[in-house]
């Protein structure tokens, strides 16, 4: 009998579908094909040291059809506004896929990866699905490519650095690192400490930070924070990269380029493939029930979802230093977090939440009133600058706090306002204003502790966000069921046949 991966195939990698459809991704007979309307490829994975503790893989190209679909991974592809805006809706042809066999492989290592992933076009708008200007999700270097800033003690001060590999899963190495810990201590991580950015001498001699706090802009891409930062727009972030060392070409989120595989991927060091939370919502063929992640109803017990034996930088530091306290502020991914927002959540505590975004600082009111996710998402990351700044001067609702060793705020604004109105909007630029302004709150919050120069403090996002062309709609669905296939579609991309 015909494999039906095969007759999916057939229908998705066709000229009709060529506008929504960038490649197609499978794996089958221990290799991994990706599939474009202009050619395959098939590729192998093997470690390079199958007793060493951390993952080091080697991939090996089997067969080329035509065009190898992933022949380019460079990391630098769009790197800088200008690169970008010259290119919008890139083709094929001109686009990249930094780290594209690593991605591919390890989202085929989930129990339950789908049948077939559906990588989409750059230009893909997604109009019937209630989509946005601003996309993500995509293996492309738009889509892919996340921010990062880092400064402070044990921090090089090299300014922006051109062309260095960095991977979100090397963040929860490279915070070990930082605070004076082997990272092998972080178990199961697929990720590499960013020696790179590291003054290892002063680490080494007990001038590394005594404190580290992560900031993440969910959904920000790189080109326009830089660019909106040298436009003085973002004077706080603008200090950090003055005193620290910058990324042109940002740092790469692992497949699906979505919100909570890569947070998670953030805090453990693990690829989506390896941690378990595979996309925001999946189809788990073993109960035959659907999985949902990311969204408001879910994200307090998203975590029960992760693999068994799944390590985090929470519980690493912990076990590095008994008695150590870290702090998790809104965020879903708080495997392990001494202090958790969402675990205050399950436990019924009562929050401050602000009612409204109204007169609320740091917030752009042209955009509250007509925005409703703006005004939301001013709303909640006022309630998690609130509880850093409180937790920082010691105590929060009445609970006292001792110094965080690590602390992690995310921030939710910027993805919403990119989403809205693309990259290049205004909505764009005035969510990274706020944002500042919030940061500075929280740099403020150091400074009056009296930890500011004790203190290492790094900048990323979960993923890019490039402008989609609202002339390029549709959606594979009835193409497939015209050619008669059973599909569920996950999260758009994610096909599991006859379910
Ligand atoms: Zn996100």
């Known amino acids: ?77 769009f790197a800088g506004l200008d690169a970008e805006v010259s290119n919008r809706f890139p083709d094929r042809t001109a686009n990249a896929y930094p780290y594209a066999y690593e991605q591919v492989a390890q989202l085929f290592d989930h129990p339950c990866a789908p049948d077939l992933c559906v990588v989409h076009t750059a230009s893909h708008h997604w109009a019937d699905q209630g989509g946005h200007i601003g996309e993500h ?40 690192a930082l605070l004076g810990h082997d990272p092998e201590v972080l178990d199961g991580r697929d990720g590499e400490p960013l020696h790179r950015l590291l003054d290892a001498d002063a680490i080494s001699a007990g001038d590394g930070p005594a404190h580290v706090v992560g900031l993440l802009l969910d959904g920000c891409n790189p080109n326009v924070l830089y660019d909106a930062v040298a436009s003085g727009d973002a004077p706080n972030i603008a200090s950090l990269m003055a005193d620290g060392t910058t990324l042109r070409s940002g740092i790469v989120s692992s497949l699906p380029t979505v919100t909570l595989p890569n947070h998670t991927s953030i805090i453990t060091g693990r690829h989506p493939g390896h941690h378990g939370i595979l996309h925001n919502a999946w189809w788990d063929r073993g109960r035959g029930a659907q999985v949902i992640t990311n969204s408001p109803e879910t994200w307090a017990t998203a975590m029960s979802s992760l693999l068994p034996g799944t390590d985090s ?59 409703k996710d703006y005004a939301t998402f001013t709303q909640v990351d006022h309630h998690g600058t609130t509880q850093a700044v409180a937790i920082l001067g010691g105590s929060y609702l009445g609970v006292d706090y001792p110094l965080p060793r690590f602390l992690w705020v995310n921030f939710a604004l910027t993805d919403s306002a990119f989403h809205e109105g693309g990259p290049h909007s205004e909505i764009a630029r005035a969510s990274i204003r706020d944002t500042d302004g919030r940061i500075g709150e929280v740099l403020a919050a150091l400074q009056r502790r009296g930890i500011r120069d004790r203190t290492a403090v790094f900048l990323c996002a979960d993923h890019g966000m490039e402008e989609s062309n609202p002339a390029v709609g549709g959606d594979w669905s009835p193409a497939l069921a015209a050619a008669g296939l059973d599909v569920r579609d996950e999260a758009f991309g994610f096909l599991y046949l006859d379910p």
């Not at 995509?138 to 402070?152: D, E, H, K, M, N």
Request: some cysteine.
């Open 313 to 371: 930088v929470h519980l690493a530091l912990q076990r590095c230093e008994p008695g150590a306290f870290t702090a998790s502020v809104n965020e879903p991914a708080d495997h392990g977090a001494g202090y958790s927002t969402f675990d205050l959540l399950r436990r019924g505590v009562r929050m401050e939440f602000p009612h409204t975004a109204e007169g609320l600082p740091h917030t752009t009111e042209m955009f509250v009133r007509p925005v």
């Open 1 to 77: 009998m015909a494999d039906p991966r095969d007759t999916a195939l057939a229908t998705l990698v066709s000229p009709t579908l060529e506008p929504i459809v960038e490649v197609v991704l499978l794996a089958r007979d221990g290799a991994y094909e990706a599939h474009a309307v202009d050619g395959s490829v098939r590729f192998r994975r093997e470690p390079v040291d199958p007793g060493a503790p951390a993952c080091e893989w080697r991939f090996t190209v089997e067969e080329v059809t035509g065009r190898n679909p992933l022949g380019d991974q460079a990391i630098d592809r």
């Open 137 to 176: 999700g995509s293996l492309g270097a738009v889509q892919c490519r996340a921010p990062f800033i880092i400064s402070g003690p044990g921090v090089r001060r090299d300014g922006m650095v051109e062309g260095v590999e960095a991977q979100l899963v090397d963040i929860a190495p490279t915070v070990l």
